[in-house]
């Protein structure tokens, strides 16, 4: 099973990024798909998970109003749009896979994509 993170970058604070999440169609049926980051030193955190069907979503506090999950399951992909954003959303973002929904511990979730970074700066 594997997930493929991409579309991190550098970016100047206020603006916009949109990651990706792939998956072969096998690993995403059926499973929620979450969002996580990790700054440097710090722990990993929730992001937000979008369910399988219906499209529900589930966001932390910092990340309504500002970042939004989708899918198409056509493509096998998930994506996190972030707007608005700060430099304190610096962090490698990683994308994984649960059949909890919903769920915001890392713990539950199966498979884990290798991360992308994103970097906001002020």
Known sequence: VQLQASGGGLVQAGGSLRLSCAASASTFSGYAVGWFRQALGKEREFVGSISWVPDSTYYTDFAKGRFT???DNARNTVYLQMDSLKSEDTA???CAVTDIWPSIRSST???????????VSS
């Open 69 to 71: 999950i989708s899918r």
């Open 92 to 94: 490698v973002y990683y």
């Open 109 to 119: 979730y199966d498979y884990w994509g290798q991360g992308t970074q994103v970097t």
